[in-house]
């Protein structure tokens, strides 16, 4: 075992390097500055990798899981929730050792990433050549553009809770504002306070959901039919493949990290921590609400108005915000690479360069305003491809050579064989095309024309009940 752990660090020599370089740039000065700056701002170990990967996974998605097991009932609800969990952990895994891959291979060329952030499209393309570099960056672009999207949309559909004197459209505007400010948070290793908070914030709203849906009771004539329709059955499933595809952003996270190496099981703990949130949460609302939920994707649409309810909406609000930066800073990395700002250690320059990027966000999220549908056809469309498929056919296609086996830098943990890794990956890869992105795509894309066809494109306030003067109309 020590000769394995001396060969892995004998492979990846400046992650420790960059770790030392840090630390002696951030002593010269004042110490207990130093200290304090660290202990909100400047994080790099695996537990802010912990919290970074929990946090970013659950979010407003939290608020659409009763939604899906509506659509899908209690027993299909649960099983996919573990099994894509799963798949979730066995492909962030795969993009794990890929990028050590990659990263030990370049450091070996002698490339020097100080003042860079390696990404994922960056990793293909040094592992298998610029047309797998454009795919990934279509993909991955896309899906974290509308992953953004979504955060917004989920910030105007949660404060109308609180406040409904605003449609949700104009809340949209002020909250798109409030979202740009993430443009002056420069990296993943700033997230530390924030990831920390984040996840507290979620913790309180998935058990607010499920003691205040228990304490409730179920609403009188309560169905729980479960699945009447495919297409309602493959729209949860979707939304649920969606909510355990957080891991669009792994390999910034990584490299935010002082030893990548050690990411190997943070988001298989992150995943498990991720079940005690969204499994007790959704099956108590569904089994309070039942079939009510179809027509209601927000679960809070459907609790009593209480101080209790009014702090989870405000803590989710923020930790949206939060989420938001998750989602964008990928998004920031890859702009300022486009327009040269990308090595610059201005935050105020690099912060100018990157609102361009929230603008096609903000407008969007106007336009299609659907708060749950467009998780799933999210899911099914981009995340089955970014989260699932790219990585497992990556992986398969980079060590297919018995050299590249031999000389692998992160040899299998505990599979028998090479062969029983590629027979995983194949499975995931025609599991989520047929399923994921074949059904799945099906049903959501039929469900999110039903909303446009319902509410139409520039909805002022979706899903929100009629006003007393629309009634006399």
């Not at 409030?178 to 979620?202: D, E, K, Q």
């Not at 089955?384 to 830098?409: D, G």
């Not at 999110?448 to 319902?454: G, N, R």
């Amino acid at each position: 075992m020590s000769g394995e752990k001396h060969a892995e660090e004998a492979i990846v020599p400046s992650f420790n390097d960059t770790m030392e370089h840090e630390e002696r740039d951030e002593e010269k000065g004042d110490h207990s500055i130093f200290s304090f700056k660290s202990l909100l701002w400047h994080g790099g170990s695996v537990y802010d990798a912990w919290f970074s990967c929990a946090s970013n996974q659950v979010a407003q998605v939290l608020l659409t899981l009763p939604y899906s097991f509506s659509q899908m009932g209690m027993l299909s609800g649960v099983i996919l929730q573990i099994f894509y969990g799963v798949l979730g952990i066995w492909t962030a895994y795969l993009i794990s050792v890929l990028y050590i891959e990659y990263r030990s291979r370049k450091e070996k060329e002698n490339v020097n990433f100080k003042n860079h952030v390696i990404q994922w499209f960056e990793v293909l393309d040094g592992l298998l050549g610029p047309s797998w570099k454009a795919i990934g960056l279509a993909f991955n672009c896309t899906f974290l553009l509308f992953g953004s999207v979504i955060q917004l949309i989920a910030c105007a559909s949660n404060i109308y809770y609180i406040n409904d004197k605003l449609d949700k459209r104009t809340w949209t505007y002020i909250f798109g504002a409030c979202c740009a400010t993430t443009v002056f948070i420069p990296s993943f290793h700033n997230y530390r306070i924030w990831s920390f908070l984040g996840l507290g914030m979620t913790t309180y709203t998935a058990w607010y959901l499920t003691i205040a849906a228990l304490v409730h009771g179920q609403v009188e004539g309560v169905t729980h039919q479960g699945p009447t329709k495919l297409v309602l059955y493959f729209t949860g499933a979707t939304n649920i493949l969606y909510t355990f595809g957080g891991h669009a952003v792994t390999v910034e996270i990584m490299h935010a990290m002082w030893k990548p190496q050690k990411f190997k099981y943070i988001y298989l703990l992150a995943t498990l921590y991720v079940f005690t949130l969204t499994i007790p949460s959704a099956a108590a609302v569904y089994w309070a609400f039942g079939e009510q939920l179809l027509n209601h994707s927000n679960a809070f649409s459907l609790l009593p108005r209480s101080g209790w309810r009014d702090a989870a909406v405000i803590l989710m609000l923020i930790h949206q915000f939060i989420t938001f930066g998750f989602a964008c800073t990928p998004l920031y990395f890859v702009w300022e690479k486009v327009v040269g700002t990308h090595a610059t250690t201005s935050i105020c320059l690099r912060a100018v360069s990157r609102l361009p990027v929230v603008i096609p966000i903000w407008f969007l999220a106007i336009i299609f305003p659907f708060f749950g549908p467009i998780n799933s056809a999210v899911g099914s469309l981009l995340v089955s491809f970014t989260v699932y498929i790219i990585p497992a056919l990556a992986h398969m296609l980079t060590y297919k050579s018995a050299s590249a086996r031999k000389n692998a830098a992160e040899k299998p943990p505990f599979f028998p064989s090479w062969t029983a890794i590629y027979a995983v990956n194949a499975a995931i890869v025609i599991w989520v095309f047929v399923v994921g992105f074949g059904l799945g795509g099906w049903a959501s894309m039929t469900n999110f024309i039903k909303q446009v066809d319902t509410f139409g494109l520039f909805a002022k306030c979706y899903q929100c009940p009629p006003s007393p003067s629309s009634k006399h109309h």
